[in-house]
């Protein structure tokens, strides 16, 4: 089946993913257009909602026979208001028999309906409580459905809204300089050399390798001179470039539209199963077990188009190179994808990725094109472009797990421990090894022959990975694994009750008013730790350099340390949660401790990356400019200094 739909299960993928991003993270709750007006008030331990339908119209009641699923559904932002019993009716109800209920007798409410919803609310009663009302309408056995949110003052408790803008803070007005202003990202660099080795790669696999002599003879006799020839590659090469940086603009858009955007797409849980989902699927495509390739109708038209008669024809020969190797290139441009919007966030970063993988891809063609002597060199088509797209599945494998893990960690569902984590890769790690060695083979392989030489060094070097991940499944010392800190889930996140590696000495606090108010007391600077369970860089500096003893010393002794993690998906309480105006104008509902930490960080110190690092006196001003990922102890330790001895100062 998959072999003989591939386009369905392409476009079910695509489609799956592009309306996860738009609905999960610039939260947009997709919801039906209704014509149903309602009000919501409070009565003593109750809410009342009134509401009038459309003329001609019934709103379905709760029914006694369980079989029903058409009644009203009420949810509550906050998880300590529930309902204590079932919402109550009150005004003139109908009967009517519905064939699609085997004639059963249903209660409705026709025209207005007023329903009294009893709540059972655990410790002070809320200013405000939030809610939503589901519910399905309509006459004739139609079943509409519709949905209202609701808000309701209760005259309880005092609200009590974090403060989210400080005046206090400006990062352009520090104390000290030094640090960083604002946030600088460092890793485009990284991200952009990763992106040209994908090209690269991509270059080597079955769907590519081969067009490499092929398109460039083409140029070559068809443009009827050097000169002209240089000219066509060269500009196929650039619109190849164009077409990958091409792919990256929407996610600008999105982030113009809301900057932590990218940010919630990194850390949404259900999002990375998906993608977790998406690279067992390309895995198992790159085993051969099918195929994915874009719709074939895509090909013949950029195809048609294409020539070297107009600078047009020449951008639809690179789409056609894009669209025919996409079976290959689609997993690694996937991983690349969502590794960049992983990292610290910001569309940029991808911008980077995706133009080192145009570039990774494009300069080859150019540069045979005007050296088309060097093809002779190129080594001929044949098994090893098969063993390549393999190994890149069991690549894919491993970065499956990672995406699940991120899931797990900011959900906090406690499944893939550090331990069963690298006890994971340690099987595909130790598959992978077996494979290159000959002991593993695929059903749509040949026969077996004699093992290259290059074949057994890589396999070499997949033992030589599984013997250093092994340690790591255990409880001692040399479970660290430094050379992966930060990848895995953190050291103390073990299926052991008492990790050897995990450190207790500096257990942050985790709220920004309790950490405030004891940094008064004791008369010490705030260090801010803006941070999040799924940030691999926040991982490596609490292991590799919070660990320092100069900086532990500093951190434990001189300052009072909170961690803000901007993606807890754990709900505030309902006097907490707001609907907060950023400095742009753009309304935002602030429901979890992630909101609210991650929208602090936007408003005062213009970020949204994390790790991010911020010292302030005990007035919640700057004490010097703020610190980003660094890995070097020594230099993030003269930053701790630098705002120590300037809050000394004061």
């Known amino acids: 089946m998959l072999k003989k739909y591939p386009d369905i299960i392409l476009r079910c993928l695509l489609c799956t993913i592009l309306i996860l991003c738009g609905c999960l993270c610039m939260g947009v709750q997709a919801q039906d257009k209704v014509t149903v007006e309602a009000k919501a008030s409070w009565q003593k331990n109750a809410i009342q909602i009134s509401g009038r339908l459309p003329k001609g119209t019934c709103l379905y009641l709760s029914n006694p026979d369980s ?65 939503s009302f589901q519910f399905y309408y309509g006459a004739s056995g139609e079943y509409n459905p519709g949905s209202i949110d609701f808000t309701v003052n ?33 890793s485009y660099t990284s991200v952009f050399l990763l992106g040209l080795l994908g090209g690269l790669i991509a270059l080597l696999t079955p769907c590519v390798f081969p067009l490499i002599p092929l398109t460039v003879s083409f140029f070559t006799k068809k443009s009827g001179s050097n000169k002209k020839a240089f000219r066509a590659s060269f500009t196929y090469g650039f619109f190849i470039l164009l077409i990958y940086v091409l792919l990256s603009i929407p996610f600008h858009l999105l982030d113009q539209v809301n900057p932590e955007i990218l940010n919630n797409i990194s850390t949404n849980s259900w999002l990375n199963l998906l993608f977790f989902v998406v690279f067992v699927i390309f895995a198992l495509s790159f085993f051969g077990l099918f195929e994915i390739t874009l719709p ?54 991808l911008t980077a990725g995706m133009g080192g993988f145009g570039l990774g891809l494009a300069l080859p063609f150019a540069l045979f094109a005007l050296f088309p002597q060097w093809l002779q060199s190129l080594p001929k088509s044949g098994g090893w472009l098969n063993t390549v797209k393999i190994v890149l599945g069991f690549l894919e494998l491993g970065m499956a797990v990672k995406f699940l893990s991120n899931a797990d960690l900011v ?17 595909i790690a130790l598959a992978l090894s077996l494979y290159l060695w000959g002991w593993i083979r695929f059903a749509h392989e040949g026969e077996k022959k004699s093992i290259p030489l290059g074949r057994k060094l890589f396999s070499l070097l997949a033992i030589i990975l599984t013997l250093y991940l092994i340690p790591g499944v255990t ?21 052991y009750k008492e990790p050897v590696n995990c450190r207790h000495e500096q257990e942050p606090l985790k709220d920004y008013d309790t950490a405030l108010a004891l940094a008064r007391k004791l008369n ?14 926040c991982r490596r500096m609490e292991e590799q350099v919070w ?23 754990k709900k505030l309480p309902a006097d907490q949660q707001q609907t907060y105006v950023n400095r742009l104008g753009q309304k935002k509902e602030i429901i979890t401790v992630g909101d609210l930490w991650a929208t602090f960080q936007s408003e005062n110190f213009e970020a949204v990356a994390q790790p991010q690092y911020a010292l302030l ?17 020594t230099i993030f330790k003269e930053w701790l200094e630098c705002g120590l001895s300037t809050f000394k100062q004061r």
């Open 67 to 131: 079989s029903f699923h058409l009644e009203p559904v009420f949810s509550f932002t906050d998880s300590l208001v529930r309902m204590s019993v079932k919402p109550e009716h009150r005004g003139k109800e109908q009967l009517i028999s519905d064939v699609n209920f085997e004639g059963k007798q249903l209660r409705v409410a026709c025209d207005s309906f007023q329903l009294i919803l009893p709540l059972k609310i655990e410790g002070v009663l809320p200013a405000q409580i939030r809610g």
């Open 154 to 186: 209760t005259g309880g408790g005092i609200a009590r809204h974090f403060p989210i803008l400080k005046p206090s803070i400006d990062i352009h007005n520090a104390g000290a300089n030094c640090g960083e202003r604002t946030v600088q990202d460092h």
């Open 296 to 349: 074939s109708r895509f090909a013949v038209e950029a195809d048609a188009k294409s020539g070297l008669k107009s600078v047009g024809g020449i951008f639809f020969m690179a789409l056609t190179l894009a669209i025919v190797s996409f079976s290959c290139t689609g997993p690694i441009l996937g991983s690349l994808l969502a590794g960049a919007l992983t990292k610290e966030g910001g569309a940029w970063q």
């Open 411 to 427: 959900a906090q569902w406690g499944l893939l421990k550090r331990e069963v984590f690298i006890g994971i890769w340690v099987l």
């Open 475 to 495: 409880n001692s010392s040399y479970a660290n694994l430094s050379l992966l800190s930060g990848f895995p889930p953190p050291l103390c996140y073990s299926i």
């Open 524 to 537: 010490k600077p705030l260090l801010i730790d803006f941070t999040g369970w799924a940030c691999v860089n």
């Open 547 to 569: 660990t320092n003893p100069e900086v532990q010393r500093l951190m434990q002794e001189e300052m009072v340390v909170v961690s803000l993690y901007v993606d807890e998906r």
């Open 617 to 633: 006196d005990t007035e919640e001003k700057l004490l010097s400019g703020t610190q980003t990922y660094t890995p070097d102890a």
